[in-house]
């Protein structure tokens, strides 16, 4: 039997869940990614003003002036990649979550336990998916994993697109080569070079000149081009974030270093707590500041072992703040990343003494992240974190901060 793989992909995914949130957008210019200076994603309203991925915020506003800038709130956006999954779980158990915005699906005998067409099965997820998250999803359906991609950036927004065998090469004849997905700019300008120009082209290509000039990976995609499949579905459930990410933008602008030392304590507390909360832990960590001028300065460090545990991350970005900060600038957000991110339960401990010194972090960490979840508010902070809890009570952003200001419980001891 011919399977038949579904591709869903979310439309706009990030600004699309911002406008799920806060319907009074709908319709409007939305763009997410003000926390970084660039746009991460644009409603398809920014896309017509001609917002593209990558842009600057001062390039969005030059050409759109009536653009909506959002921080991103990656927490949100992986609730919704759950909620989506779980509403085309209803369907199928053979479900791949690919990305936090994209999902693969084998609905081969679907239509016969469903009582339902393939393609009323993917009309119906779709029909689901839109009234429930309140945003729109792409549907690709085809033999392949790579013809259902191909299918699903066929029609956006909102669209649903079926490849069958008979219809394969006109659907190849309309890709450029670059447009296929797992095929980078080096490999399409490799095969341009071969007169290889369009999807249809590259599946036209004979079986020994595609093994004998490239690798294994392009050698599965040129199979599924032809409507065999080469690439299963991965069906274990992956983590839920690839990185935890904080920011916070505040006023007036400071350059003080022990206030912004503080604000990136605090934000590593609380994408740690996240980790732990999901059994995960990270392998890089980076940190940043934003200028008043919009300017980012940061910098990544790779880890010696995954880590859910604030203590060393702090002590970290104390010793290299030194490098991006400059006194003489005044700074308006801060934000950290834990990335790389792996099951917890799968650390690999190394030298004994650090083992103790973890061990007995985490058994901390777990008491005070029990005593936050029953009181509903992260109560008790580390004493790093303090410095901004006390200028933040007076002056500082939101009336949750300040709530929060006001409950500090240093129980921990100061770190670097």
Sequence with gaps: ?????????????????????????????????????????????????????????????????????????????????????????????????????????????????????????????????????????????????????????????????????????????????????????????????????????????????????????????????????????????????????RTRTFAPPTSTQRFLLAELSRHTEVVCARAREHGLAGKTFSFFLKTQGLQFRGIELKLSQSTNTPEELIELAGKHLQYIHEEDILYRATGVTLGTLTNAGEIQRNLFDTTLRVERLEKIHHEVDLLNTKFGEPLIHLASSMHVQKIRKTNFISRDERFLARLHIPIIGTIG
């Design 1 to 245: 039997m011919e399977r038949v793989i579904l591709h869903v992909d979310g439309d706009g995914f990030f600004a699309g869940c911002e406008v799920a949130k806060n319907p009074t957008l709908r319709g409007k210019p939305v763009i997410v990614g003000r926390e970084r200076g660039m746009a991460l994603a644009m409603t398809y309203e920014a896309k017509a003003c001609g917002v593209k991925r990558g842009m600057t915020l001062a390039e969005v506003r030059r050409i759109c002036p009536d653009a909506i800038l959002l921080d991103a709130d990656h927490e949100s956006y992986a609730l919704f990649s759950e909620r989506m999954n779980n509403i085309i779980a209803r369907y199928t158990s053979h479900l791949e979550r690919y990305s936090i915005d994209e999902s693969f699906a084998d609905i081969t005998t679907m239509n016969i336990s469903l009582k339902m067409s393939h393609e009323d099965i993917a009309m119906k997820i779709k029909t689901i998916l839109k009234q429930e998250l309140g945003m729109t999803f792409s549907i690709g359906i085809a033999p392949t994993k790579v013809l259902a991609k191909l299918g699903s950036k066929y029609k956006k927004p909102d669209g649903l697109t079926i490849i069958k065998s008979n219809t394969i090469n006109d659907f190849l004849r309309k890709t450029p080569i670059e447009n296929i997905w797992g095929i980078g700019p080096q490999t399409s300008e490799f095969l341009k070079e071969s007169s290889v120009t369009t999807a249809y082209d590259f599946a036209q290509k004979s079986e020994h000149w595609v093994t004998a000039m490239l690798a294994k990976p392009y050698q599965d995609i040129w199979y599924e081009l032809r409507g065999t499949n080469a690439l299963p579905l991965n069906t274990d459930k992956r983590a839920p974030y690839q990185s935890l990410m």
